[in-house]
């Protein structure tokens, strides 16, 4: 029971993660039908300016602020660089742009920082770990549920409470209609954008206080769980997205914990195919997008 409570922890905690990015995804691709794969190289950057505040002797808690508002500029930049031309393209050429964007920025970081991983300096109190019963927890793992909680209790009173936040709701449900009822499209994607780069921050924070190393690589593999989680929750949906998170974090955690060590390996393909599965149930995704719906009425 305390190794199932354990993973259980360490599940809500990658699960969070997963659910954070996927989020940031779900809001672009519902206002645009854009997938952002360049979404990873904004936690790449939260990450670099963790480790030069590090280098630099900055506080930690004052390095997270930087690294958050680092991503979400260098997301409204992306956004009206890269993307506001393209805005009327094909969906196809919007993914391509996406792809073009994530290249060079992981080549401008092997160039002018390194194609190694470095080090970041976190810290202490975040390596040590804290006993409850026969349960030992990770303070990371600990902050890291708790900033996704606070997180999702942030983002549920702004999309619901925020003029800017109704907005990006409406253009969810659907942009046309949203459009033609006076809602700026500028402003609800630079938003969106610049929420998602806020997201992506919060999670690079999380991501590499774990592991307290960046490497200009280091936001692919998240942010391709996290369009697997995406995809799992239902495409466009921002509740789906969360929920797509979290289920694919416990699906990894579970097989990683009670996986036979000769199928270790297989773990990955593993988790797939149980994603695939509850896709084949839910093809829609287990929480449909509003818009997906009302297309099916």
């Given amino acids: 029971m305390d190794l199932f409570l354990q993973q259980t922890v360490n599940a809500f905690a990658l699960g969070g993660t997963y659910a954070l990015l996927a989020l940031g995804l779900a809001m672009v691709f519902s206002t645009m039908g854009l997938i952002n794969f360049a979404h990873g190289e904004l936690m790449t950057i939260a990450g670099y300016i963790l480790m030069a505040c590090g280098l630099a002797g900055v506080p930690f808690a004052f390095s997270i602020l930087l690294a958050i508002a680092a991503a979400v500029l260098a997301a409204v930049v992306m956004e009206r660089i890269a993307f506001r031309p393209v805005r009327n393209a094909s969906g196809a050429t919007m993914l391509v742009t996406s792809f073009a964007v994530s290249m060079i920025l992981q080549v401008l970081f092997q160039n002018f920082i390194s194609a190694r991983s470095q080090a970041v300096l976190v810290p202490e109190i975040l390596s040590e770990s804290v006993r409850f019963g026969g349960l030992v927890i990770g303070v990371n793992k600990i902050a890291a549920i708790a900033t996704t909680i606070v997180m999702l209790i942030f983002l549920d009173r702004f999309m619901k409470h925020h003029r800017i936040g109704i907005a990006m709701r409406a253009a969810?449900?659907?942009?046309?209609?949203?459009?033609?009822?006076?809602?700026?499209?500028?402003?609800?994607?630079?938003?969106?954008?610049?929420?998602?780069?806020?997201?992506?921050?919060?999670?690079?924070?999380?991501?590499?206080?774990?592991?307290?190393?960046?490497?200009?690589?280091?936001?692919?593999?998240?942010?391709?769980?996290?369009?697997?989680?995406?995809?799992?929750?239902?495409?466009?949906?921002?509740?789906?997205?969360?929920?797509?998170?979290?289920?694919?974090?416990?699906?990894?955690?579970?097989?990683?914990?009670?996986?036979?060590?000769?199928?270790?390996?297989?773990?990955?393909?593993?988790?797939?195919?149980?994603?695939?599965?509850?896709?084949?149930?839910?093809?829609?995704?287990?929480?449909?997008?509003?818009?997906?719906?009302?297309?099916?009425?």
């Fill in 172 to 297: 969810a449900e659907d942009f046309s209609v949203a459009r033609l009822m006076g809602i700026r499209a500028n402003t609800v994607i630079a938003g969106a954008f610049a929420l998602s780069g806020f997201l992506a921050g919060v999670a690079a924070v999380l991501w590499v206080s774990q592991r307290a190393s960046v490497d200009p690589l280091m936001g692919f593999t998240p942010v391709l769980k996290a369009f697997i989680a995406a995809i799992l929750g239902g495409l466009g949906s921002l509740r789906g997205a969360v929920a797509g998170g979290f289920l694919l974090g416990f699906i990894e955690i579970y097989l990683a914990a009670y996986l036979p060590a000769g199928m270790q390996e297989f773990r990955d393909p593993i988790a797939l195919c149980l994603v695939v599965l509850v896709l084949i149930f839910r093809p829609n995704g287990l929480i449909p997008s509003p818009a997906l719906k009302a297309e099916k009425v």
